[in-house]
């Protein structure tokens, strides 16, 4: 069912009797082509690109839960490629083309809203490291401009500019950046893949692989065990449950992330901002939420929840930044489990047992790679090589000292 | 978190910075022939538990002690605290 | 509608206030809900989407409709219930979402074209043509969406944060809170009693029935009187706690001042606490829900218990003609209370199969339509009718843990979860006791339990009340008609919205909450949620449990923002440092800059300059002529001693420092494990077992925390200490070939070459004050750092200045300093970006491989000795005219602006007033082997393209000559 304005004018007037299933809700057969572990973002983009651009077929996607549960369900919406490195900016610029084509590409409106992302700079060496990443962008592609705090000024001018600890001097501006409506882009790769056959088998844990003479035949889960010539694991917070039923040790550890939104305000901040003197960033949702966040907690955990040393400290950059907001309302806070490397750049390779594929180490910044992330697995799933994207995104960047680490936090998964 | 350091009693967590796994105690030997890989996997690679984990903390905002936290990293419970010198001393660490 | 008589308002005063402008008197006691109904005002708000005429439908912070704009001005505060808003004379409130008013509203239009607005109905239109998302839709969307607003003006108020221990917390004052609080507080515990409202005794307050054979109210009232006596016991009205985080933390707010037409001096607005209690109580009680039927939504239909409250609590009748409609007991007590009063009521008792299946009346409730059991349907003229569908277990904060709850059939309502928090029970109707006496039994229970459990004993003694059972018979939503039927009215989601949730296969409970937003508002579902499940649940054949639960995440009621930030904001958003010379720097006129938490001079500029180059270009050029001091307190300093303290420093540091002979001074290059540089600076060995480490400004906390791990974890057995000194000296950077000169007159020693020579160091005396010289140079010149203890800084500067008058000294800031170590080729933060190795830095050489030292194993790696990498080297443009920017890129002549001719970038530009033009450090892809090439550097930001030529980063005395001087 091809949805449009037309459509639901005319289901609007006829009861809305006509809607269809978003995806269905099959039983797991026996054995698939290929298992898409995790039904989260990563997931079911995977599984849509496998079957729509790489035209393979008996695919599944396995999910613990409920689809889009995880942390495509829970951050703050960003979308972006602003990265520095070689190794990242191509991949995060190619994920930002996808997001351009998305909603026409799926056939979903998942709101991709290019309403601008500035990056706040308080420093001279702030400004250098901005201009050194800007000039990088826009080498691979990307758009980038550097703000003056006048022209800042002029687009928040309620921002604190003459009490601040710390002055704003300027910004990083990258207009083509924004927001995209977090849960929609679950549903619609979701509804996409299963429009083209592929089987979306919710409350299906994965508990365990079946590993034979270095090859992965297939998984057992929570109904039953499900054959499988390729698998494909795409589970973030989840990544070392998963991959340690495949005997892997991985360089992740996972970390809570708490994210907040406030009660609903009329429109105050257009663009998405980052506070480059306190742990802050915000955007306000279309519903009139301003959603933001901050630093991770900081230790291992795996709960979802997180405490207020952090609630205290991203409000504190909040406030600094943005006095205006201290009679606003904290509405809602929530906690996901971040897959966080050891050089803060994610994973998209092949392992050493064969079939067995795995995608993971998303840190905070998953969310916007979603597209490009799907995209890349389902090109190393399908055609056994990384997509040109992706090339870096090895295992074995850490044993040869090619690490991509955009903070220069060295091997401190908490720190990046 | 509330920590219950062996030495100051019970301190609140945002008194101490983070570290990590206990694990990071076994230092390999870089003199030490296949050196390298030891390292690797020692600098990169973590069990990552969801459930019992040993965690280096250290009371920044204190007395300076690391300690070693046993922690439950799904329900937050910490079930020990020790010294982590105490914890290295015992894992065979000397000089 | 008016007021009747009875209530907990003081009826001697009289507040005025305003709503929409239109002036109104209330009484003390009065919330802005009970004295706009006294006032005969049901029209309060409009709702999210529909734009629908919406009133209060609680009395309570659950409140989801009478949401309205507080104060004016700066404090102007959105999204404020109307039902916890405490009347305060001269207070203003507006409505809000609704232009040009509320009584006509010009997207109420939205309500006429609902069917087009059905549950996510966006996420299917609105996709062509792509550009018009951004340009057209959302731009609209956005100015629709949203509730209150902001004035954008910065929040006048302070909010203070505070901390609070006790071995009980209780949560709420209701019954069955303040029979555990008096039972704790009896046996001497420390305790703390919590309630959001203004005034303690929760439902007591709001009921007529009796306890110990008195009123509910005046028992509650006595209670709280023997409780304020206590000095184990703390009593906190109007404070919410807002969550339960881990080991037993609570948050809480106080509002302080939230009563009043403003904060009285000195007074914060709000405090938020952490309150550390060994145990805890959730005696938050329930929260009625209502049943969903066709035109639920009218203003005058609200919950029973609410009707009754404003009946009891505040002696206001909210409608003359009333009826009630309900499916447990709970209900008849409405009904028997508001008959006491006089009023005319109605009831609609689904238990006897009658239904309340549609209302009518645009802007407030006229007339409800009956369907009786035996089919009969008829029309009644009411003003007001009270919905009671059952009481939910204000079970949210026991769930914060994301423990389940616990279906209960006799109440149809989940139970909180046993021992989801560790160290929280629950008890009263939070716990599904719903009686009174129940209330009070498991209240003074569960206080007897937490005391027991830490080895306090407690006895109880508990007055007499109904134990009435509920009686109820589930009820969820009317069955009828083809009309919308509210589930949650501040969002508009409706039964037929979780209908086509179904039919679309959104049916996980997060789905459901996703696609059709309910539970979303500013009350997050605390009278509705259960009403979407209980929907979802008919329609997939499956039990309440099997389809879903409702759990909370905190905050329990929205928290200001303010509040969380507490006085962190503005100036005192981070603590500032000042360094020893800030007072004299001061009354010099100095350009401080932040350096992290410090402020350093940036530079001092002296009459008749007009530019920061001006200063800065003389500052260089009279230290590199004369002599110039400065303030290099902010370098980290940490002593270390023991008979293993050079052994260890051979650990952490690449090169080696055991053999530095005593006196002697060597820079040293710290790695991280991955080999990568994590900080540099020079060690002194001022002792056989006595070193002196500086590490950078920035790096000085984690650089003494690395190597306390260094110590404590990795080599426990090391007999080494470490302290951290840079707090305790004020350390000044003499520079310059009048140095030495300059030093005599101060110092009480033999400074001369042949007594102190390059890289020397020493314990010495400053006129008889004991003090540390280390003939050191990062600016290339002939130069000492000397140290002093800190309480002697402010007298140092000004000593240094005066001996420096002979020699027309200057006193230099960071601008300066970086100026001459870019021309010296030194690395500083720029190049020291965690991202660098010392091979990257032309350092490779001074990591031994002779011994085991952090990073050294990793630094070998493949990737990181590549000849092409990245090498730093020393960058000026072949027309000294044209200034570098740093940041800005190599490429070769003619290679277009790609990646794949990206050669690296420029770490540090300057202008150098010795060479005449602009120079820069950069890392250069194989840039040692690459001397004397012709590069263009280019920043595309400014578009600027700058031919230059690569150089040795030392631009200045590459032989050393002047600091060996």
């Known amino acids: 069912m091809r949805y449009s304005g037309f459509r639901v004018i005319a289901e609007a007037l006829t009861g809305h009797k006509g809607w269809k299933p978003a995806w269905r809700d099959p039983a797991p057969q026996a054995a698939y082509d290929y298992i898409i572990v995790g039904g989260g973002g990563h997931g079911l983009a995977t599984a849509y690109y496998l079957a729509k651009e790489f035209k393979q077929a008996r695919i599944a996607v396995l999910e613990k839960g409920w689809i889009g549960g995880g942390n495509v369900g829970r951050n703050t919406t ?128 994965v508990l365990g692989m ?77 519903k009139g939420g301003l959603v933001f966040g901050g630093d991770i907690d900081g230790y291992n955990s795996y709960a979802q929840r997180g405490n207020l040393p952090v609630v205290e400290d991203v409000a504190e950059g909040g406030m600094s930044l943005m006095p205006m907001i201290g009679r606003a309302r904290l509405l809602r806070m929530w906690g996901g489990i971040m897959d966080m490397s050891m050089d803060g750049s994610p994973i998209i390779d092949k392992t050493h047992i064969d079939g067995l594929y795995f995608n993971g180490g998303w840190c905070y910044g998953g969310f916007k790679a979603t597209p490009a992330s799907g995209f890349a697995f389902a090109h190393l799933l399908a055609k056994d090589t990384p997509h040109s994207t992706a090339t870096a995104y090895r295992f074995d960047r850490f044993a040869k000292g090619l690490m991509i680490d955009e903070k220069g936090q060295g091997a401190q998964p908490n720190l990046h | 978190m509330i920590i219950n350091h062996p030495l100051l009693g019970p301190r609140d967590s945002q008194e101490f910075v983070y570290l990590g796994d206990a694990a990071l105690i076994r230092r390999p030997d870089g003199m030490a022939d296949g050196a390298l890989d030891k390292f690797i996997d020692y600098t990169y690679l973590r069990d990552n538990p969801a459930g019992q984990h040993r965690e280096l903390w250290y009371h920044e905002q204190g007395d300076r002690s690391w300690l070693v936290v046993t922690r439950n990293t799904v329900s937050h419970e910490i079930t020990a605290v020790e010294l982590a010198r105490d914890v290295a001393r015992t894992e065979g660490r000397s000089k | 509608m008016s007021r009747i008589t009875g209530g907990q308002i003081d009826r001697s005063k009289t507040l005025r206030f305003s709503f929409d402008g239109v002036a109104y008197a209330g009484h003390p006691g009065d919330t802005l809900a009970s004295a706009l109904l006294a006032n005969g005002v049901r029209l309060m708000g409009r709702s999210f989407k529909y734009h629908r005429p919406r009133g209060v439908i609680s009395a309570g912070s659950e409140e989801p409709n009478a949401i309205v704009e507080l104060r004016s001005g700066a404090r102007q505060e959105p999204n404020t219930r109307a039902t916890v808003i405490e009347l305060f004379d001269g207070l203003q409130a507006q409505s809000q979402n609704r232009w040009p008013s509320l009584k006509f509203d010009a997207l109420a239009i939205n309500d006429r074209l609902s069917p087009f607005f059905a549950a996510g109905f966006y996420y299917k239109t609105f996709m062509w043509p792509a550009a018009f998302w951004e340009k057209l839709y959302e731009p609209i969307i956005r100015r629709a969406a ?40 009896r046996a001497g515990a420390r305790v703390i009693l919590a309630d959001e409202d203004f005034r303690m005794g929760g439902r007591l307050n709001a009921e007529t029935l009796e306890v110990g054979g008195g009123s509910g109210a005046d028992w509650a009232a006595k209670a709280v009187l023997e409780l304020a006596a206590m000095p184990n016991v703390r009593l906190m009205t109007r404070t919410t706690v807002i969550g339960a985080f881990d080991h037993g933390i609570y948050g809480a707010v106080e509002r302080v001042s939230d009563h009043l037409a403003q904060p009285l001096p000195g007074k914060p607005r709000q405090i938020l606490w952490r309150i550390y209690a060994a145990r805890s109580i959730l005696a938050a009680g329930a929260i009625e829900r209502p049943i969903a039927f066709e035109n639920n939504d009218r203003p005058g239909i609200m919950l029973a218990g609410a009707l009754r409250a404003y009946a009891n609590r505040w002696g206001v009748a909210v409608g003359d003609r009333v009826a009630v409609f309900t499916n447990n007991d709970d209900g008849l007590r409405t009904v028997a209370d508001l008959k006491a009063k006089g009023l005319d009521v109605t009831l609609i008792d689904a238990r006897q199969g009658d239904e309340v299946i549609d209302s009518a009346g645009r802007l407030g409730l006229k007339s409800i339509t009956v369907r009786r059991g035996n089919g009969r349907t008829e029309t009644l003229a009411v003003s007001a009718l009270g919905v009671s569908g059952g009481w939910n277990p204000n079970l949210n904060i026991a769930s914060n843990h994301r423990g389940r709850p616990v279906w209960s059939e006799s109440l149809a309502a989940f139970l909180p979860p046993e021992g989801a928090i560790a160290g929280l029970s629950c008890a009263g109707a939070a716990a599904g006791a719903m009686s009174t006496h129940g209330a009070l039994t498991t209240g003074a229970d569960q206080a007897v339990q937490a005391l027991a459990s830490l080895g306090l004993t407690a006895s109880t003694d508990l007055p007499q009340a109904e134990d009435a059972p509920v009686n109820l018979k589930a009820h969820w939503y009317v069955h009828s008609g083809k009309g919308r039927a509210w589930i949650d009215q501040q969002n508009d989601v409706t039964v037929k919205d979780v209908k086509l949730a179904k039919q679309e296969n959104f049916v996980s409970v997060e789905h459901l909450k996703r696609y059709t937003t309910l539970g979303m508002a500013t009350d997050q579902g605390k009278t509705g949620n259960i009403l979407g499940l209980a929907v979802m ?12 639960t409702t759990i909370y995440r905190p905050p329990y009621t929205p928290v200001a923002m303010g509040v969380l930030g507490g006085r962190a904001r503005g100036e005192d958003f981070k603590p500032t440092r000042h360094t020893p010379s800030h007072k004299w ?11 992290g938490y410090w402020l350093r001079t940036q530079w001092l500029p002296r009459a008749g300059e007009t530019t920061w180059r001006q200063s800065v270009d003389r500052e260089v050029l009279q230290t590199r002529k004369s002599v110039g001091i400065c303030d290099v307190t902010t370098l980290g300093k940490i002593d270390i001693q023991g008979t293993d303290a050079g052994a260890f420093l051979d650990k952490v540091y690449a090169n080696t420092f055991s053999t530095l002979g005593i006196g002697k001074t060597r820079y040293g290059l710290m790695l991280r494990e991955d080999g990568m540089v994590m900080d540099d600076g020079t060690t002194a060995r001022m002792g056989q077992n006595e070193y002196v480490m500086t590490t950078t400004t920035a790096n000085a906390v984690p650089v003494f925390r690395h190597l306390e791990y260094c110590r404590q974890v990795l080599w426990p057995d090391m007999d080494v200490q470490l302290i951290s000194t840079t707090e305790a000296w004020a350390q000044y950077s003499v520079a310059g070939p009048n140095a030495r000169k300059l ?15 390059y890289m020397a160091c020493g314990n010495i ?50 601008e300066a300093l970086g100026v001459m170590r870019v021309e010296k080729g030194h690395v500083a933060g720029n190049e020291l970006n965690g991202q660098s190795s010392a091979l990257n830095m032309g350092l490779g050489k001074m990591v031994s491989k002779k011994k085991d030292a952090i990073g050294m194993v990793l630094s070998q790696r493949e990737g990181m000795v590549q000849p092409n990498g990245y090498r730093l080297v020393g960058v000026k443009p072949v027309d000294p005219a044209k200034a570098l920017t740093a940041g800005a890129h190599f490429l070769a002549k003619g290679a277009e602006a790609v990646a794949v001719n990206d050669g690296g970038w420029l770490t540090s530009v300057v202008y150098s007033p010795h060479l005449g033009h602009s120079i820069g450090l950069g890392y250069l892809k194989g840039g040692d082997t690459r001397k004397g090439e012709r590069l263009r550097v280019v920043n595309l930001l400014a578009n600027t393209d700058v031919e230059v030529e690569i150089v040795s980063p030392h631009f200045f005395d590459p032989e050393g000559e002047r600091l060996r001087g």
């Open chain 3, 765 to 814: 005396t400053v006129k008889g004050t004991r003090a540390r010289l280390f003939r050191i140079s990062f600016s290339g010149e002939l130069a000492y750092e000397i140290a002093v203890p800190t309480r002697y800084g402010d007298a140092m500067i000004r000593a240094l200045v005066e001996a420096g008058r002979d020699f027309d000294a200057v006193v230099y800031g960071t």
């Open chain 3, 743 to 757: 030093l005599e007159k101060l110092v009480d020693q033999d400074i001369s070459d042949a007594a102190f020579p």
């Open chain 3, 146 to 185: 949203g509730l209150g607003s902001l004035s954008k003006q910065d929040d006048p108020d302070d909010y203070d944060k505070g901390f609070l221990h006790c071995d009980l917390l209780i949560i709420g004052a209701g019954p069955a809170g303040l029979s555990a609080a008096l039972t704790a507080g």
């Open chain 3, 537 to 548: 649940a008919e329609l997939t054949g499956k039990t309440i449990p099997e389809t879903g």
């Open chain 1, 210 to 286: 079946k590993i034979e003479n270095g090859r992965v035949l297939g998984v057992e889960t929570s109904r039953g065990f499900i054959g499988a010539k390729k698998v494909g694991v795409a589970v973030a917070g989840s990544s070392s449950k998963v991959m340690a039923h495949a005997g892997m040790r991985l360089p992740i550890e996972s970390h809570v992330l708490q994210a907040f939104v406030s009660e609903g305000l009329k429109p105050l901040i257009d663009g998405v901002m980052t506070y480059g003197a306190g742990h802050f960033y915000v955007s306000q949702s279309d």
């Open chain 3, 585 to 595: 720097a001061t009354e010099q006129g100095a350009v401080f800059v932040e350096v």
């Open chain 1, 78 to 205: 960003i979308v972006r490629s602003n990265y520095l490195l070689d190794g990242n900016q191509p991949f995060y610029e190619f994920s930002m083309k996808l997001w351009e084509g998305l909603e026409q590409d799926f056939n979903y409106n998942a709101m991709v809203s290019q309403r601008g992302i500035i990056n706040l700079f308080h420093t001279d060496a702030q400004r250098d490291a901005y201009t050194r990443r800007g000039n990088a962008m826009i080498m691979h592609g990307a758009d980038a401009e550097l703000l003056t705090k006048d022209q800042v000024r002029q687009m928040y001018p309620f921002l604190n500019f003459d009490n601040a600890r710390f002055p704003i001097k300027g910004a990083l501006a990258q207009r083509r950046g924004g927001t995209v409506r977090h849960d929609a882009v679950a549903w619609g790769y979701a509804r996409g893949a299963d429009m083209r056959g592929v089987d979306i088998i919710q409350n299906c844990e």
